[in-house]
Nanobody, 126 residues
């Protein structure tokens, strides 16, 4: 099973930027599609972004489109999430995830992913 470790969370003011990172080990990284989800207190886990294996195609959830950018470094087995123009509603625990069988029709579903990191807290104050 792939082991994932997120980093880069923190507390910022609205309008600021943060860059999250997720380091993967235990798998052939280049063959993994990776995703970011977030979960705010009392809410369901929400799809944020995914970056596909091999071609690096990216997908974004509606609330973050145009503000967040996902990237991957296959040489470093790491994915990043650049978050700009942060809003208080972006406050959540952000999780990195990967799954062996993720395809374009399932990439927005948390159930499609079988390895998760421990999460990193992002807090945006107004």
């Amino acid at each position: 099973q792939v082991h994932l470790v997120e980093s880069g969370g923190g507390m910022v003011q609205a309008g600021a930027s943060l860059r999250l990172s997720c380091a993967a080990s235990g798998g052939a990284f280049i063959s993994l599609s990776m995703a970011w989800f977030r979960q705010a207190p009392g809410k369901e886990r929400e799809f944020v972004s995914s970056i596909m294996r091999y071609n690096g195609g990216t997908f974004y959830g509606g609330p973050v489109k145009g503000r967040f950018t996902a990237s991957r470094d296959d040489a470093e087995n790491t994915v990043h999430l650049q978050m700009n123009s942060l809003k208080p509603e972006d406050t959540a625990v952000y999780y990195c995830a990967t799954g062996a069988g993720v395809i374009s029709s399932t990439l927005r579903l948390a159930a499609a992913y079988d390895s998760w990191g421990q999460g990193t807290q992002v807090t945006v104050s107004s």
